[in-house]
């Protein structure tokens, strides 16, 4: 009886899970991975928003980032911001992106209402086929609400992108080899965890507003990869990753 009530609550407060999750965060946060030095976020932080205005940015904004960084020698350049709808400034930011020849813009997958089926919500045509890439913005939860890692690919149907650090690497669209999925089905290959560099404020953000005025200095900015995300909550959905205890 002992060994069957304890399998019992092992089973019903899912301890073997719950241990593995502890066992893995320890050694992430005790252990936490090198930072690429060929890697800088920009952000759209508070600064960014006193100086250049209220959140959603005019698309002229991006162009001008864009052609300031190539300018710069930056390598690729990586959004984290979808431009699934169309704008008055999209012809130049287009322009922007072919002129550069590597920035990678994302996709994310969801219903578009309430009671609708899951859709992928693309890049509107014309910044799409200025990209060099398109990757999903995907990361994935564990049962605790944790954020540990994501599919490197994730799609509908027969096509599935891949991740945004992916298609930054040269991954492309694959298709799905089961003919007998749905179109609107929420395909995901290829789980990866994801390594911690280390807490909140280990990797240092660039405001989006001194790239966009401050002089760059060419020898810190060329050859890097650049991704420009949005690291407040209120702006975004916030992952909370696992911590140290």
Do not use: K
């Amino acid at each position: 009886m002992p060994l069957i009530a304890m399998v019992w609550i092992l089973h019903t407060f899912d301890a073997p899970q719950r241990l593995d999750f502890w066992l893995y965060d320890t050694i992430i946060t005790a252990y936490p991975a090198d930072i690429s030095r060929d890697i800088a976020l920009v952000a759209i932080d508070e600064r960014s928003l006193d100086a250049l205005g209220q959140w959603p940015w005019t698309r002229d904004t991006h162009a001008r980032l864009i052609e300031r960084l190539n300018a710069a020698g930056a390598e690729t350049i990586v959004f984290d911001i979808l431009f699934s709808e169309t704008s008055s400034h999209d012809q130049y930011l287009a322009d922007a992106m072919r002129g550069h020849g590597d920035v990678i813009l994302p996709l994310h997958l969801s219903p578009p209402a309430v009671n609708e089926l899951i859709a992928a919500h693309l890049p509107v045509p014309q910044l799409a086929s200025a990209a060099a890439g398109i990757g999903h913005a995907h990361v994935e939860l564990d049962q605790d609400g944790l954020a540990r890692g994501l599919f490197l690919r994730n799609g509908l149907g027969d096509r599935l992108w891949p991740s945004l650090a992916l298609a930054a690497a040269g991954g492309t669209v694959s298709e799905n080899p089961d003919p007998d999925v749905a179109a609107y089905t929420n395909i995901r290959q290829l789980y990866r965890a994801v390594p911690l560099a280390g807490a909140a404020g280990t990797l240092t953000l660039t405001p989006t507003v001194m790239c966009c005025r401050a002089p760059l200095q060419w020898n810190i900015f060329r050859t890097r990869r650049y991704l420009w995300a949005q690291p407040q909550p209120a702006l975004g959905t916030f992952f909370p990753p696992p911590s140290r205890a």
